[in-house]
């Protein structure tokens, strides 16, 4: 089964709101066997829902219409779907029952807009909203079927894991698909391209590799499509084990892993604690790792020793090495990480100083200068590494990068 999501907006397409809806809808669709062949966003304007909707008609067999359902004049969905489908909006009881019994409950009296939203189109089945006044609706047409839902975010993911997704499955229609992300860290997404090549080559026709990447990382993400879940499953596993085993240092986890979390387990798991000295990040990395609920297990704190001074007087780093070398160098990154171990009695520290842009770069030392340390039970580590001129950019690599590299250290010390 090929879908198509269409959203309704103006608010869209001038860019006052992001269109997450979308995103969520074709991860939801996808993971129900439904292929998602195209995303469209359209005026509020009758005329273009219209041929919005003739061209779905033609090229999918499953239609997912958001937004344009609510009581206000510019809210004009229904009138375009009774348009399309040569019927007329009826006055719906049950519906209006409903908006009834929320406005009552709620101790607000109904005015006719209100009313207005229980006027559905006579063709449609309604899918009930039990979080909202605006129903979903149901069309079939020329072995099509249109389903029309409110574009707020919380009301049109209940009713499409509830209501909607659940009839898909009992048309019959929809096939197996399986996907896996493998999440990697520390090699951009050429050089990774470059190391599984031979890998990627050799994977069989109809096991799919994305190349998904970020700021912080690469996704890769295998799909197969069938008839036997079960059976698509182990090949794509399978294939996943072979890349596990030409890029172990570089993969972190898989599918809904993130990095923050599976440095907290690996924590939790070996009684060990943490603690993050920032200069360059600003809070950064803390703030990934306090992210992850349970973090207090594992984190104790962190300091954002953003002047020379505070480096000095609470890490203990040593003015003349400063003075010397520059905050953003190796010697100053070791004495803070641990400068911090001493100080919060922790096992791991974390330590970053560089030049996050777009000023403040020299020759020796240019925009995207960053060094990072880790001091662990044994011993500490440091890098350097040059990101771009990209201030957020660097920071959330810096971010990122550090965290691989603590990743690295616990798993050489277990």
Excluded at 8 to 28: C, F, K, P, R, Y
Excluded at 30 to 50: C, K, M, P, W, Y
Excluded at 113 to 124: G, M, T
Excluded at 300 to 307: E, F, H, R, V
Aim: aromatic share 8%; charged share 25%.
């Amino acid at each position: 089964m090929k879908a198509e999501i269409i959203t309704i907006g103006d608010e869209i397409l001038i860019g006052q709101i992001v269109d997450t809806n979308s995103a969520w809808i074709a991860e939801q669709l996808n993971l129900a066997g439904v292929e998602v062949f195209r995303i469209t966003s359209v005026h509020d304007d009758l005329n273009q829902i219209e041929e919005a909707l003739k061209q779905a008609e033609k090229d999918v067999d499953f239609v997912l219409i958001t937004g344009g359902l609510g009581p206000t004049k510019d809210d004009i969905t229904k009138t375009a779907l009774c348009n399309f489908f040569n019927t007329r909006l009826i006055f719906n009881e049950d519906v209006f029952n409903i908006i009834h019994e929320r406005f009552t409950r709620r101790n607000i009296d109904i005015n006719k807009l209100n009313r207005d939203q229980a006027l559905v189109p006579e063709l449609c089945e309604v899918i009930p909203n039990k979080l909202g006044t605006a129903p979903g609706l149901w069309f079939e047409k020329n072995n099509t079927i249109f389903v029309s839902v409110p574009g707020v975010p919380f009301e049109m993911r209940h009713i499409l894991t509830y209501e909607i997704l659940p009839r898909l499955m009992q048309t019959g229609r929809t096939k197996a698909i399986y996907h896996k992300t493998i999440h990697t860290q520390g090699l951009p997404e050429s050089m990774l391209a470059e190391r599984i090549d031979q890998w990627e080559t050799a994977l069989p026709a109809d096991i799919k590799l994305a190349y998904l990447p970020n700021p912080m990382s690469v996704r890769l993400r295998l799909s197969a499509v069938g008839d036997n879940e079960e059976l698509l499953k182990q090949r794509v596993e399978k294939e996943a084990a072979k890349l596990q085993d030409l890029i172990p240092d570089y993969i972190f986890g898989y599918d809904e892993d993130t990095l923050p979390e599976v440095i907290g387990r690996m924590l939790i798991e070996n009684g060990r604690l943490l603690a993050v000295a920032e200069s360059c990040t600003g809070g950064y990395i803390s703030h990934l790792i306090t992210l992850v609920p349970g973090s207090s297990g594992f984190y104790k704190g962190g300091l954002t020793a953003y002047s020379n001074e505070l480096k000095e007087n609470l890490l203990g780093v040593d003015p003349e090495l400063i003075t010397r070398n520059g905050a953003v160098s190796e010697p100053v990154v070791r004495q803070m990480a641990e400068g911090l171990k001493n100080l919060m009695k922790v096992d791991y520290t974390i330590s970053t100083s560089g030049i996050a842009g777009p000023d403040g770069g020299t020759d020796e030392k240019p925009v995207g200068t960053v060094w990072i340390a880790v001091a662990g039970p044994y011993y500490t580590a440091a890098e350097k590494f040059i990101l771009g001129d990209n201030r957020e950019r660097n920071i959330i690599r810096s971010s990122y990068t550090a965290l691989r590299l603590l990743r690295q250290m616990i798993l050489k010390d277990i």
